[in-house]
């Protein structure tokens, strides 16, 4: 089948690690690729945030990426770029008077604010307009829960994303707990199927060459450098950990900028780095900024245990490929770690917001190898089991085979700025 991707702000061409870009772009870039490998005509349809990007890329991997000027080609934090998704909308929908789609997935919600509109420009007549999947990514209702007035997002999102979600044939929502706050949106049970993000474990495999290791333990965090993730609660572990008797173990937090002129610069870095300080284990914690996707699979080979400590997660694929190179992932229970991270199996679950709870839980893996070699490779059944992208991509193709069968659609009521339109049958 014909299908569209949408993702205004994460193109699968971005480096993972900055600031809006990472686990949407792994999604989006292997769920094209899987799809195209299952037949499927696939094209991604992103904002244009470089002036040196050309209109269209094929990549080696069987799909399009479509790359629309919405706004100036320079990159804009991802909740400053709602005023210029008329504009994406507008591009994709001349693009698809070239031939549409039969089924439009878009990724974020305001991508899917776009997908709708684009849709509306081809005209009324259902039978040739796609029908429209979403998948949020994140809510800003947990956002907001979460972060409070330290959230970002336009006004908008407030009453748009559900819009969003009651407007499109289906959601996909990526893991259990999204369809509860999904539900709490309105959005009807029936149209919400449930599809995990995945691993690459071709790449995240527990054999190949790992990053030399130190005398004692190596402890790993990674992703974006936002409090959200956490990241100060794994520093504030360590000191906890001494007292538990474990006092040689490094901490490696990676992600933030490339270089250390950039990881200088980062307000968040400069914080963490006060507070490694300010707890007494400055030496033991090493910032080693982005790292290349392809030196991954060995940075968390060389790792004892892999901590993914956020407030929330609306899915997390770190613990994924941790699991798939066979290592135990100590993570808090929310959001998407509470499908994929099996308590007492591949790892242990731990609550938020609590540096003693994580020493305690770092202590009993560390001291324990045996119990942690058998979490990682419990970890490595299991991603290849679940989670590879062959079985996501297979999922997804059923959904879609789902609204293309169906007997309904969704009829949207266009936005007139005054409030968000309810859809109906």
Known sequence: MKISMISEHASPLAAI??????????????????????????????????????????????????NV?????????K???????????????????????????????????????????????????????????????????????????????EWMEPWVGQSVDRVVATCTDEVFELKRLGVDRTRISIVPCGVDTAMFTPHGPAEPRPEGYRILTVGRLVPRKGVDTVIQSLSGLALRGIRNAELWVVGGGAGADALD???????????????????????TGQVPRERMPAVLRSADVVVCAPWYEPFG???????GCGIPVIATAVGGLSDTVT???????????????????????????????SMGRA??????????????????????????????RRRVVRLDGSGFGRSGA
């Open 17 to 66: 690690g900055g600031v809006d870009a990472g686990g949407q772009n792994v999604h989006v870039a292997e769920l094209a690729k899987a799809l195209a490998v299952r037949g499927h005509d696939v094209t991604v349809y992103t904002r244009k945030d470089n002036r040196a990007l050309p209109a269209r890329v094929t990549l080696s991997e069987g799909y399009e990426v479509v």
């Open 69 to 77: 000027a919405a706004g100036p080609p320079e990159p804009v934090p």
């Open 79 to 157: 909740d400053e770029l709602l005023p210029f998704m008329p504009a994406l909308a507008e591009g994709i929908a001349a693009d698809w008077r070239g031939g549409a789609p039969e089924v439009a997935h878009s990724h974020f919600w305001m991508s899917g604010v776009a997908c709708i509109e684009a849709t509306q420009q081809l005209g009324s007549d259902t039978e040739e307009s796609p029908h429209m999947a979403q998948t949020f990514h994140a809510l800003g209702s947990v956002k907001r829960r979460h972060q409070g007035p330290q959230d970002t997002s336009p006004k908008e999102r």
């Open 265 to 287: 610069e980062d307000p968040e870095v400069r914080r963490l780095r006060n507070l490694a300080s300010d707890v007494g284990v400055s030496t033991q914690v090493k910032f």
């Open 317 to 323: 694929i770190v613990p994924l490929e941790a699991m």
């Open 343 to 373: 308590h007492g199996v591949t790892g242990l679950q731990i609550p938020p917001k609590d540096p003693d709870a994580l020493a305690e839980a770092l202590a009993e893996l560390l001291s324990q190898p045996d119990m942690a070699r």
């Open 379 to 408: 970890g490595v059944t299991r991603v290849r089991d679940r989670y590879t992208w062959s079985r996501v991509a297979a999922d997804t193709e059923r959904v879609y085979e789902s609204m293309l069968g169906g007997a309904s």
